[in-house]
């Protein structure tokens, strides 16, 4: 869960959860996230801090968007 008394910021907290998630195996590649709306709901933070997490495991390769469709799990790059 997201602890609002720790140094790290809530989308950092909340990026490290659903990166743990998609690297245990609980998202497939390309398996749809939970909406913003279910994520706001599920750990009580707000919509722009949510959009911060998912835009940061963006950013990191973990997930892309589709518009219209929803934000999905990426499939993994191929490792040299």
Same mark, same amino acid.
């Given at each position: 869960?997201?602890?609002? *008394?720790?140094?790290? !910021?809530?989308?950092? #907290?909340?990026?490290?959860? $659903?990166?743990? =998630? ?21 750990? *009580?933070?707000?919509? !722009?801090?949510?959009? #911060?997490?998912?835009?940061? $495991?963006?950013? =990191? ?20």
């Amino acid at each position: 869960m997201i602890d609002p *008394n720790n140094v790290i !910021p809530k989308y950092y #907290q909340l990026a490290n959860i $659903l990166r743990q =998630q998609i690297e245990n195996g609980d998202f497939q590649p390309n398996d749809a996230i939970p909406s913003e709306r279910k994520l706001e709901e599920r750990y *009580n933070l707000s919509r !722009p801090t949510i959009r #911060q997490a998912i835009d940061l $495991l963006g950013t =990191q390769g973990y997930l892309y968007r589709v518009h219209g469709k929803g934000t999905f799990v990426s499939p993994p790059k191929l490792q040299k």
